[in-house]
Nanobody
């Protein structure tokens, strides 16, 4: 599956952004999906993940209660709604697809395909 992320931009602290990831391929609905981010000088970290059916969602503690992940299998898209943004949310955000997490939704090595990344900058 090929992925393309979009929706990043510059926003003030406290504001909101909605990221979208469009996938190509008829097997999208069988993939578990995740959003990761990488800030300058830091390792890539998981932000949120959603199971292939959309029935299970997971969040990093740092974004829990502020971010919401969702997917639309009919449209081959996954979204990340980001509210109450903070300066520390500034990073390049990537969507990723996994054939199966095997419960390791947080493990970067479980993901097989990656989008190109979209920059999110939160000004304080």
């Amino acid at each position: 599956v090929q992925l393309q992320a979009s929706g990043g931009g510059l926003v003030q602290a406290g504001g909101s952004l909605r990221l979208s990831c469009a996938a190509s391929g008829r097997s999208f609905s069988t993939y578990d999906m995740g959003w990761f981010r990488q800030a300058p000088g830091k390792e890539r970290e998981v932000v949120a993940a959603i199971s292939w059916s959309g029935g299970s969602t997971y969040y990093a503690n740092s974004v829990k209660g502020r971010f919401t992940i969702s997917r639309n299998n009919a449209k081959n898209t996954v979204a990340l709604q980001m509210n109450s943004l903070k300066a520390e949310d500034t990073a390049v955000y990537y969507c990723a697809a996994a054939r199966s997490w095997d419960s390791r939704w947080y493990d970067i090595d479980e993901y097989d395909s990656w989008g190109q990344g979209t920059q999110v900058t939160v000004s304080s």
